[in-house]
């Protein structure tokens, strides 16, 4: 918390004078010190602090004034106290107090413009760095002439460690005083001050008063001194050639008394708008501004740094190449200053493309006119180079071929599908290195398979072109099926695969000769040779026997394997000319029955009631009767073996 003191320096001050003009005669009060020719120290970062600089010379307050000063309010800013105050008034020249009144509290009568950057709660201060317009010495906030309000308009603290422009305007015409901060009006009231606030007396001071109290913090002002210039540019870009236009904005409390430009490349000037400046070369330039005020108060250096770029040099080379290639661009494009990030394509006089690299693959057959123009980032554009590209015909081409047969030649015919082209050679590529360098040409494939052939075809103008086939190559596996026995004059089967078409030779007793699966009725043994044919035409060949029935018979194995490997592992009988099985069982060596069937399509697996047998002699028996009524009742015995 900030704690007030009420005393006021009068008297017992130090006062001191400066011998300039009346722009700069200056008192200061206590803290205060000058720290250069336009700028003054009020109050060090230290506790207890309080200064203030007056205007020795009283301005008349029936004229308009419009002042612009530089503050420095610090940058402490949650322990920083305690403000600065501009105040007119007609009391004197060594006024000031520490603490929270600023130098301005008790000052009467008095106009005070007050930034407030420490919040005392006596005083009804919001919680943010403030302004305010009050009236003679009063700093309880409540009866002020205007505010308070957030000193910045950005901001809720300026004790920011920078520097804010402070302007203070007197309309004596509508008897308004306004106040702005880093340019943005922040208040302004309409009162007569002469005669409401002065008693009629329109002579006043002006000065700046600061203070501390129980926190400090380092504040300042200046009396405006700005330099500034507009340069006209797009963030201080210029190509070469092009005048600058540099133009005065500077602040300056006082009228400005001289003007200096250095622009960067040796020249300068003593005007406020120099003529339009061209520069000689590209490059990077400082261009530094100051001014000088009428108390001969010299401004530092206003700089900026403009950058004169060169237009950028271009080539520009398309080369000629076939449709649906991507055309080979070669691009030179250079700027000593800047760089380029700017393309303009035209396309056969149509804007084209904005891009670096733009795609040129699908330009139709022909010759195009391609155009081009660059620009650097600084705003500077290359000449338009222009180039011509003939997109040139590919040949069309196929090839004809029917799917084949392995280990057969199968014949390949290439095809010229366009008329403007002219075709002076064509290559094969069979795959695995195989190729061919004739339009008709014959190739054996070695296995079934799908194979992918290509085609390449060369033309006179340059440009090739590719066509890619698959064929399927395939080859016929012809089975009759197994030699069979049958019984004369009756009807079989015979069951043959392999192939799309069938051919049986002879068709002798066949129901028909050309299907798979045909009838068959003979009285005699005969030998049907099968002949098989695929979609693609390859042949194979097989045959098959067939025994007419000449007595019957019955076999039965005299061992068995039952371990499940797919070789003997069921016992059964072998049937011949047998038409009806009565029974076949099959005993172990205590007698019991382990298996029985009348069914002349079942055999033993070598289990009983889930569970393996074991190895050891079997007994079986079988009744069975032939086709020509014969009875077969046999028995025997096997050997089960694991």
């Known amino acids: 918390m900030t704690i007030r003191l009420t005393r006021l320096f009068l008297g017992c001050c130090s006062v001191f004078l400066f011998p300039f003009n009346s722009w700069s005669q200056y008192i200061l009060n206590g803290s205060a010190t000058q720290e250069s020719c336009n700028c003054y120290l009020l109050t060090r970062d230290e506790l207890w602090q309080g200064g203030s600089v007056w205007q020795s010379t009283k301005i008349d307050l029936r004229n308009s004034f ?31 107090v520490a603490g929270g009144g600023m130098g301005f509290s008790g000052v009467s009568p008095s106009i005070g413009v007050v930034v407030d950057s420490w919040k005392n709660v006596e005083d009804n201060d919001p919680d943010y760095d403030h302004i305010s317009i009050q009236a003679n010495g009063v700093i309880v906030h409540g009866n002020d002439l205007a505010g308070p309000v957030p000193a910045s308009s950005t901001s809720n603290n300026v004790e920011d460690c920078n520097w804010h422009v402070l302007r203070i305007k007197w309309d004596a015409v509508t ?5 702005y901060f880093d340019g943005t009006l922040r208040l302004s009231a309409v009162t007569d001050l002469v005669t409401t606030i002065f008693r009629n007396d329109p002579m006043v001071y002006w000065g700046f008063s600061a203070a501390t109290g129980g926190d400090g913090n380092l504040q300042k002002f200046c009396t405006a001194l700005n330099p500034v210039f507009n340069s006209g540019l797009a963030n201080d870009n210029v190509c070469l050639g092009t005048p600058v236009s540099f133009t005065d904005n500077s602040t300056s409390f006082t009228t400005i008394k001289s ?51 060169d237009n950028p040099v271009l080539s520009l080379v398309l080369f000629d190449t076939c449709e649906t290639k991507v055309p080979r661009v070669k691009i030179n494009a250079t700027a000593d200053i800047g760089t380029i990030n700017h393309w303009k394509w035209e396309l056969d006089g149509t804007p084209f493309s904005l891009l670096e690299k733009p795609d040129f693959s699908k330009l139709p057959v022909g010759n195009h006119s391609i155009t081009l123009q660059v620009a650097s980032d600084i705003g500077c554009f290359s ?24 280990d057969s030649t199968v014949s390949f015919s290439g095809e010229q599908k366009d008329l403007l082209t002219t075709i002076n050679s064509w290559q094969w590529d069979f795959g695995k290195g195989i190729i061919s360098n004739k339009k008709d ?32 190559i395939n080859m016929a596996h012809a089975d009759a099926g197994k030699d069979t026995l049958v019984i004369p004059d009756t009807f079989f089967q015979l069951n043959g695969s392999g192939g799309t078409s069938y051919s049986w030779s002879p068709a002798t007793g066949l129901s028909n000769p050309g299907i798979p699966n045909p009838m068959g009725n003979v009285s005699d043994d005969i030998n049907y040779l099968l002949t098989v044919k695929t979609a693609e035409g390859c042949t194979d060949t097989a045959s098959v026997k067939v025994t007419t029935f000449k007595g019957s018979a019955l076999y039965v194995p005299t061992a068995f394997t039952p371990n499940r490997d797919g070789l003997n592992d069921l016992l059964k009988p072998y049937y011949v000319g047998i038409k009806a099985l ?11 029955k382990v298996f029985s069937t009348n069914d002349m399509t079942k055999g033993w697996d070598g289990y009983f009631k889930g569970k393996e047998c074991t190895t050891g002699s079997y007994v079986w028996v079988l009744k069975a009767l032939d086709v ?7 028995k025997g015995t096997f050997v089960l073996i694991k």
């Open 66 to 96: 419009d002042f612009s000063f530089n503050i420095y309010p610090g940058c402490r800013d949650a322990d920083g106290a305690d403000g600065i105050a501009f105040i007119l008034q007609p009391v004197s020249t060594s006024l000031g």
């Open 383 to 406: 000449d338009v180079s222009t180039t011509t590209i003939n997109i040139k015909k590919v040949p069309e081409i196929s090839f004809e071929t029917k799917d084949g047969c392995a």
């Open 628 to 634: 020509d009524g014969k009875p077969y009742n046999l």
């Open 259 to 309: 003007y200096h430009w250095d622009f960067g490349d040796g020249t300068s000037s003593t005007l406020a708008n120099p003529p339009p400046h061209a520069y000689a070369k590209p490059g990077v330039y400082k261009v530094t501004h100051s001014i000088t005020a009428m108390d001969n108060c010299e401004s530092e250096p206003f700089t900026r740094m403009v950058t004169v770029g």
């Open 582 to 592: 009565s029974y076949f069982i099959v005993y172990n060596n205590w007698g019991q």
């Open 441 to 472: 040409t014959r190739f054996i494939f070695p296995e079934v398979g799908y194979y992918p052939v290509q085609l390449e075809a060369f033309a006179t103008n340059g440009c090739e072109s590719i066509f890619t086939k698959n064929i399927f």
């Open 175 to 179: 008897h308004t005083i306004s106040t």
